[in-house]
């Protein structure tokens, strides 16, 4: 198992210093410093890859597959050696070649989605979509599928989804979505004018970053600054790095972005040391998070932390005030309640990361059926447009003015990312699944959070999920709580609990 470990480790290295120089590139390095430092990236991934692919780590991890082959499924070494014998099969399976043209058409239609997006003009965006779509497709067939197209996509962001089950899901889930909507839309609309005051840039940032440590982002392994597009990245478990932005008339912004990348971070704060420099902490299918099982499960903690807490009366009974202190003027005649109420109003709109708790997932589900059909052939890329605003109109009631706040408002598909959107909406529906677990089984939590206290919340999410990183999946850990993956009924009871019962003063 040595040599295995130690070819893992090394190749971990690699991986966090292809992150590190991302952090760096979103977050501190001037404009001039861009070319380069994607050639610099480039490398790295490339030797990445051929560590994967050596013959020498070939024989490794046969090697680790026979002396863990008769332990328990779940032994972490034997996890780990299946985890980088599916590396090498994704890995082995992609030409490099095809690689590189999806490297490059990723620079390039970054570009010109950009300029599409400020003037609205998807007739620039389009031929280049049309060549990343082609390339995707190109890819899926190179890792192999025996049903849709989608499916080897989708794997490589959540493992265990399919085209075929996520049409299931998201079907069930629209279902049970629309009711709520509907019954939510009566309700009168709070104040909100207050939300869009002058706020100043360092006020937002201190108390965000308070917030965040209050919440248990530790101080000495994690950092918070300042960028256009918040994220999360991880150097180590001892290194964590969350980003917010401070959008200087609209407050929800930096205090729900700052909380959202705060449930991330404790993800990957919150790994079994065991797993840190080992082959569970690697991401080498996809070069992406460090300690967390899928997508979906990531985004699950972020929007647990965000809604469940973030967004609670509970919370802002115990934080309000801190909040008044810092903004005492912007503040002066709103009072706790209007501030709740406006930041948990429902109300339908055309920019999806400004969504409401609501709304949030029909966005997601018209980019899915998008994503799909671009896979499967079913759509042509120039009719993205008129799908995408007829189904603004229907689910929304909303009328598209520009493709710039339509079809062209979300860098994914820019990026060459055909597969990651379905993972929001799985992680609304997981952390919805986990807080039912939590109010049934361990009353300390909702005790603590009905405070304004998180204590016992960390410590059940900690066992539950952050300390197993990798190690489990997503299925295994909802399975270990009595919760079937994508059963969207625990979080409809949710979203019915606290938008339709609100729509009706009268109760009912
Ligand atoms: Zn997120």
Known sequence: MNDFHTRVARLNDVLCAVNALSWDARTMMPKGGAETRGHQIATLKGIAREMILAPGM??????????????????????????????????????????????????????????????????????????????????????????????????IFEPGETAASLSTFFATLRDGLLPILDAARGRAQPRTDFLYRDYPEACQQAFALETARLLGLDADRSRLDSTVHPFEISLTRNDVRITSRWARTYLPMSIFGSIHETGHALYELGADPRLTRGAHATDMIGLYAVAGTSFGMHESQSRLLENHVGRSPAFWARHFARLRDTFPDQFADVTEAEFVASVNRVEPG???????????????????????????GSLAVADIPSVWNAAMQRDLGLQVPDDGLGCLQDVHWSSGYIGSFPTYTIGNVTAAQIMAHLDATTPAVREGLDRGETTALRDALFDLVWRHGRSRSRAEMLEGIGAVANDPQAYLRYLKGKFAAASDPAGS
């Open 350 to 376: 055309l920019v999806r990361v400004e969504a409401d708790e609501l709304t949030y997932d029909l966005h997601i589900m018209l980019r899915v059926e998008i994503e799909m059909a671009l896979m499967d």
């Open 58 to 155: 070939h024989d490794a991890v046969d090697a680790a597959l026979e002396t863990t082959a008769d332990r328990d499924p779940r032994d972490l070494d034997r996890r780990a050696a299946e985890a980088v014998a599916a590396a090498i099969d994704h890995h082995s399976r992609i030409p490099a070649d095809l690689l590189r043209a999806q490297a490059e058409q990723s620079t390039l239609s970054g570009a010109a989605w950009a300029e599409a997006r400020a003037t609205s003009d998807f007739a620039i965006f389009r031929p280049y979509l049309e060549r990343t779509v082609a390339l995707a497709r190109e890819q899926a067939d190179a890792l192999g599928h025996d049903g849709h197209p989608y499916d080897p996509m989708v794997r």
